[in-house]
C-alpha cells in the first residue's frame, strides 16, 4: 500500500496542467489530543489522496497544520471527510483569496513533535486554554483601543511586505523568538493592557495565546482566522481594511495583495517593491524582496557571485553544491550580508533602540 508520493514536482505539474481542473487552496488547523500522529497520518494521506489533495501537513499529539490544495469539484467530498473526524467535524476552513493550481505539487503528511515549533517545554502549559477569539468588526473595534497593544505573531520577512496599521512587528527569523521576546517587553503590562495578537490563519496566535495567559497576562485575544478569514470578512460585510501590504503565505504564491500600498523595497536597490524570489543558485536559494528592474539585471540571483554561478554547465553547479548542504543565509530570508540595501538598512537599526513601548 503506497502511503506517500512518489513522483517528482515536474510530473505533478504536469498532471495538474493535463487535468486543467480547478483547484482551492485551502488551510486549517486545530488542536487536540493525537494519541497516535502515524495512524492517523496514515489514514490522512489515503484518504486525501484518493481525492487529488496535494499540499504540506503536520500531524503531532498536539493536532494538526494543514495547508493544502484540492480540485473544486471535490471540495464537498473533502469536507465530508473531515466531518467524519471527531475534532475535525465543522473546522474553520481558510480559503484562499487569490488561487493558484499549482500553489501545491505533491502530498506530503508528516508526522512532527508540534504542528508549530515553538521551542517550548513545559508539562504546565496548556494549549488548549487559548485567549479570547474576536472576528473583524471587534478586531477593528480592539485595534483603535488606546489601552490595546497589537501584536504581529508572523516573522519580519512576512510582516515586511504587509501588516496591521500600528502593529509591532518583532524582528525575529521564527515563531519560537517572538514569544520570549514579546513577553519581556510587555511584562510590566499584563494587567492593565488587552494583548491582541494576529497571524495568517490564526494558528500561532492560538499557541501565543494560552502561552501568555499561562505566564500571567489577563486579557488575551486573537484575530479567528488570521490575515486571510480578516480579508473575507471585511470583504462580505463592508468593514474598513486595516491591513496595508500583502499576505505572506507558505506555498508557490508566496503572497495574497490585501490592499494596494506597497510598504516594502527591493533588497538590492531599495526601490519600492514587494515581490519574494528565491536566489536562481540553488547552491543559495534565498528568499529576497526583488523589484523588475533588479531581477531583469541580476537574472533573479541575490548577488554578482550566484549570477557567475548560474551561468556555469549544470554539472559544475552540480560539484559546487556536493556536500556543501543549503546556505544558512536561505534562513535569513533577506538578511544576507551581501544584499547592499539590507546591510544599509541593519546598520541604521542597530543604531536605535528595539524596545517595543
Known amino acids: 500500500m503506497q502511503l506517500y508520493n512518489n513522483l517528482s514536482a515536474k510530473e505533478r505539474a504536469e498532471l495538474i496542467e493535463k487535468a486543467g481542473k480547478e483547484r482551492l487552496t485551502i488551510s486549517f488547523y486545530k488542536y487536540a489530543k493525537i494519541g497516535n500522529p502515524q495512524i492517523f497520518r496514515n489514514h490522512m494521506f489515503l484518504a486525501w489522496d484518493e481525492l487529488d489533495v496535494l499540499g504540506r501537513i503536520y500531524v503531532a499529539h498536539e493536532g494538526i497544520n494543514a495547508q493544502l490544495s484540492v480540485p473544486a ?21 481558510n480559503i484562499a483569496i487569490e488561487h493558484d493550481n499549482f500553489a501545491f505539487l505533491k502530498l506530503k503528511v508528516k508526522v512532527r513533535h508540534k504542528i508549530v515549533a515553538d521551542g517550548l517545554n513545559d508539562d504546565t502549559f496548556d494549549v488548549t486554554n487559548k485567549g479570547i477569539h474576536v472576528d473583524a468588526q471587534q478586531f477593528n473595534a480592539l485595534i483603535e483601543d488606546p489601552d490595546t497593544v497589537l501584536v504581529d505573531m508572523r516573522n519580519h520577512y512576512e510582516s515586511e511586505i504587509g501588516h496591521f496599521k500600528n502593529a509591532i512587528t518583532p524582528d525575529v527569523d521564527t515563531f519560537r523568538e517572538s514569544l520570549d521576546l514579546i513577553e519581556e517587553d510587555l511584562k510590566a503590562h499584563k494587567e492593565d493592557k488587552k494583548l491582541v495578537m494576529y497571524c495568517t490563519g490564526g494558528i500561532r496566535c492560538e499557541k501565543a495565546s494560552a502561552y501568555y495567559k499561562h505566564k500571567g497576562f489577563k486579557n488575551v485575544f486573537q484575530l479567528e482566522g488570521g490575515i486571510i478569514n480578516y480579508t473575507r470578512q471585511v470583504e462580505a460585510e463592508g468593514l474598513e481594511n486595516k491591513f496595508i501590504g500583502k499576505n ?103 543604531n536605535q533602540s528595539n524596545t517595543i513601548l
Open 248 to 350: 505572506f503565505v507558505f506555498d508557490q504564491r508566496r503572497s495574497e495583495r490585501i490592499s494596494n500600498d506597497v510598504i516594502a523595497n527591493c533588497h538590492q536597490c531599495g526601490k519600492p517593491a514587494d515581490t519574494h524570489t528565491n536566489c536562481a543558485n540553488e547552491a543559495c536559494h534565498l528568499l529576497f524582496i526583488q523589484c523588475d528592474e533588479c531581477k531583469e539585471k541580476m537574472e533573479n540571483c541575490c548577488s554578482s557571485h550566484c549570477q557567475e554561478i548560474i551561468k556555469l554547465p549544470y554539472e559544475e553547479q552540480k560539484a559546487l553544491r556536493k556536500g556543501q548542504g543549503n546556505s544558512n543565509d536561505i534562513f535569513k530570508k533577506g538578511r544576507a550580508d551581501h544584499l547592499p540595501y539590507k546591510k544599509d538598512l541593519r546598520n541604521i537599526f542597530e
Open 73 to 93: 469539484e471535490n471540495f464537498e467530498a473533502f469536507k465530508n471527510h473531515l466531518d467524519t473526524i471527531t475534532f475535525l467535524e465543522n473546522v474553520r476552513l
